[in-house]
């Protein structure tokens, strides 16, 4: 059976589509989730919750863990896609977790700030179960006699774990190191269950390199200690007032001298045996008073940066033609919370197209702090020819050390646009007003004309004239042109099908932009990545091809079966082999950058010419 559908329902439906699909990439922009790998767990077990937003944010808050341990976190990654021409990226922040005991718990909402707004995530619902097999299966360390180690629960001053911080009261932002120690008298054999505390309020940098514990001898009060260093963490806080830093807990195996009755003559000799037992160590909590940082003389373009930073900024190139791609590149370096940076405010130019920056950050903890780099990348594409300045960007931090604010200037950047080709400019689907036509609209002051003036004949009058009629006749044409015009664009465009087709090759221009970029800058893995989506996003908008459904066997049919030449798809499918052994196998493609850029042009215009 067909259905007849009318042109008004297929227009009502095309607008719904496109409304919906708009409304989605909002929410979208703005996406913050919560998730956790198991939702039933027992009593120890670990498992991971997951914060992912698909945004640039800042100010990140995770819910209070108070139920449970945590083991790490937060571990930040991140990801990103291409589906059907749109690219995402995204980050999550993970934590690993076990559940102190049984019942039903809830981990409430996280919260971060994105374009100044806080967003949160829906609460997690975990159900806590009893653990009854991990009596049964966890391997514990024997001692002499073959036995499992004894419990003690008072031992003195003889082993203790400390939680020992820089600074107990700081600046938000400010660096405090944090170092967990274990002292103890007996030999140390094995340390488990280590549940460090979860830094609630705080964003921690651990340092790495103690896998191994190194044990070393410390005097206290005349009683010799063994000394071992558990972890250090870099912590900087994210909100003001009195913070704490929970207790860590650890199970310490230690070798005691065994109190039984000797049993042979050789350890009646040698002071008897000795035996292992299991010791449950606590510190203490630690008290944090966080202040705000001082609002006098606080920069208006100051973002909460705190520590010692430089500052540079320089464009990739200073001329350039208009609707060609340019970078502003932007990069801070010091010491300090540099992970905590967000993209700083640019006034470009009203003409320029911006893009948001693509963001790369090196950053390591070392002995003393946290240091590195982080680098924004703005693509900027002019659209009209002339000369441009980007105004200079201000870059504020606030240093402990020197107790003041301090600012970076940048110098002002001259771009010098010329005019752009004809193909490139044919490209540009949004065009804004020309900035010269308004500078003529502007001259509302005129010479007097005392030259040339043109005087009529008495008793003429415009009435009943041939301009007259000609000026009465002209509109109506004028209106009907403008309905047989409206009629027919009406008909053309009411095949998405065909107007997605006729579209494809503004479209493969539009994405060969950053590959163009990429060539010149002879950045290969990027330039084959981009002329790979411009090939298939092609492919998919001329022949109306889901994107997930293509591959070069599947490309060959469907060109073949347009009866484009033989030779003209074999092309198509060599640019297709050279991108993919590049993106897998680099030095397998030996071509020039160039030559794969005007094959990638070529065919795209054969196929075009083909395909009418």
Known sequence: MIHHVSLNNKMLKLVTTLFFSALSVFVFAQKFTAQASKNKVAVGETFQIFFTLNSNGGNFRPPALNDFDVYSGPNQSSSMSFINGNMSQSITLSYVIAAKKEGKFTIGAASIVVDGKIIQTTPIAIEVVKNQAAAQNQQQPQNQNGKSPSTVENTGDNIFV?????????????????????????????LRNIK?????????????????????????????????????????AQRTGKMEITPLE????????????????????????????????????????????????????????????????????EKVK??????????????????????????????????????????????????????????????????????????????PAKNKYITIPSPEFNLHVEKGDAESTSAVTFNPKNKE?????????????????????????????????????????AFLGFIFIRKKHIAQNSDAIAVKSRRATKMAKKRLVLAEQHLKSNNKELFYSEVFKAVFGYISDKFNIPLADLNKEHITIILT????????????????????????????????????????????????????
């Open 162 to 190: 400390k939680t020992f911080v820089s600074k107990t009261k700081a600046l938000q932002g400010e660096q405090i190191t944090v170092t967990h120690k274990i002292y103890s008298r007996y030999q140390l054999v094995d």
């Open 196 to 236: 460090f505390p979860d830094y609630t309020g705080f964003w921690a940098q651990d340092v790495p390199g103690h896998q191994t514990i190194q044990v070393t001898n410390e005097n206290i009060d005349g009683t010799v200690y063994q000394v071992g260093e558990l972890k250090r963490s870099y912590l900087f």
């Open 250 to 317: 650890v199970e310490c195996i230690v070798r005691t001298q065994s109190r039984r009755a000797p049993h042979d003559i050789f350890e009646q000799f040698f002071g008897g045996g000795y035996e292992d037992v299991m010791v449950k160590v606590k510190s203490k909590p630690v008290n944090i008073d966080i202040s705000a940082l001082p609002t006098s003389n606080q920069p208006e373009d100051f973002s909460g940066a705190v520590g010692d930073f430089s500052f540079k900024a320089h464009l990739s190139k």
């Open 322 to 399: 208009a609707n060609d791609a340019v970078n502003l590149i932007i990069t801070i370096s010091g010491k300090g919370n540099i992970k905590l940076l967000g993209p700083l405010k640019i006034n470009f130019p009203e003409d320029f197209e911006t893009y948001d920056p693509k963001i790369s950050e090196k950053v390591t903890a070392g002995a003393n702090d946290v240091s590195g780099s982080k680098t924004f990348d703005y693509l900027v594409i002019p659209r009209h020819e002339g000369d441009y300045k980007i105004e200079a960007i201000h870059f504020s931090f606030y240093d």
């Open 437 to 477: 036509d308004v500078k003529i609209l502007g001259n509302d002051i005129r010479y007097i004309k005392t030259t040339g003036v043109n005087f009529k004949p008495a008793n003429q009058f415009f009435f009943g004239s041939p301009v007259f009629y000609t000026a009465i006749i002209t509109p109506l044409l």
């Open 561 to 612: 079966a347009k009866k484009i030449n033989d030779p003209t798809i074999q092309q198509l499918i060599d640019i297709i082999n050279k991108c993919e052994y590049a993106r897998y196998a680099p030095s397998a493609v030996s071509d020039e950058l160039s030559n794969i850029y005007s094959n990638t042009v070529e065919v795209i215009t054969k196929i075009e010419d083909e395909a009418k």
